[in-house]
């Protein structure tokens, strides 16, 4: 009886111990079990991260060709810019039709346009902007643009769109007394000038900002190499166009 019982005591003895040993070890192991697929759903997620990441990337880089190149919503604008103004502002003169109103082009520059648009020689503003197209197209006898080529030029949160093209203009009474006022009582050398068409290369940039909008707008045109085709003397020219009414930018007043 006494074996009995002993062999029921070193039992249940035996039974304690592996239970007492295996119990904090199996905590441990589900500790580490845990820890493990933690770690696996960082590292999966980091991965997800860098995948979404590496496809932003990706999408970002075809996006913006998309945006800039030629087939590009802003070279868009810029060709659509040239096509509003192909003839300058919207002025009613007799005998000459026009498809697009006055109204339709400001719409069209407060589309584009920045609010703020920096025209050069501290102006900015649509108004200011608006003013200059409407002087081209009064002060000389504005015929046409044409756009030529451009070249563009991308930035992290802007693009430069830089235009070449020409403009056919004429000679008028208007333009004597608004850009050269000063030559008026030179017959011969007025005489000269009036009527007078000619083709010169222009080039237009437009700084274009992230919202899309153009914020900067430059104009170049050279007037002496214009206006040289036309007064041969340079004592003239020099006369001519020293004193004209033309500012930074190629600006009219």
């Keep these: 009886k006494h074996r009995r ?11 304690t111990k592996k239970s007492r040993g295996w119990g904090p070890f199996q905590s441990v192991l589900k500790e580490r079990s845990v820890d493990f697929n933690l770690t696996l759903d960082v590292q999966n997620l980091q991965q997800q991260v860098r995948d979404l990441t ?9 996006t913006m060709p998309r945006r800039y190149s030629p087939e590009g919503s802003l070279f868009h604008v810029v060709k659509e810019y ?5 003839t300058g502002w919207a002025v009613q003169e007799v005998g000459r039709k026009r498809r697009m109103g006055e109204q339709d082009q400001r719409q069209f520059l407060h589309s584009v346009m920045d609010p703020e648009v920096d025209v050069d020689n501290g102006l900015r503003g649509l108004d200011v902007m608006a003013e200059q197209i409407l002087m081209y197209s009064t002060f000389i006898r504005f015929i046409r643009t044409t756009l030529q080529s451009s070249e563009i030029v991308t ?37 000269q000038l009036v009527g007078q068409e000619v083709e ?4 237009l940039t437009f700084f274009f900002n992230s919202d899309g909008k153009c914020c900067r707008y430059e ?10 085709s036309i007064v041969k003397d340079a004592e003239k020219l ?4 020293g004193r004209a009414l033309i500012a930074e930018n190629c600006m009219f007043g």
Excluded at 5 to 15: D, Q
Excluded at 82 to 86: C, G, K, P, S
Excluded at 200 to 203: E, G, L, N
Excluded at 238 to 241: K, N, R
């Design 5 to 15: 019982k002993s062999k029921k005591i070193v039992s249940s003895s035996t039974t």
């Design 54 to 62: 590496t496809l932003r990337d990706v999408l970002s880089t075809r």
């Design 82 to 86: 040239f096509h509003v103004f192909r």
């Design 155 to 191: 930035a992290e949160d802007s693009v430069i769109i830089k235009t070449q093209g020409t403009l056919r203009f004429q000679v008028s009474r208007n333009t004597i007394e608004r850009i050269f006022p000063h030559i008026i009582g030179d017959e011969c050398l007025v005489a």
């Design 200 to 203: 010169p290369s222009i080039s």
């Design 219 to 228: 104009m170049d045109l050279d007037y002496v190499d214009t206006f040289a």
């Design 238 to 241: 020099e006369m001519l166009l």
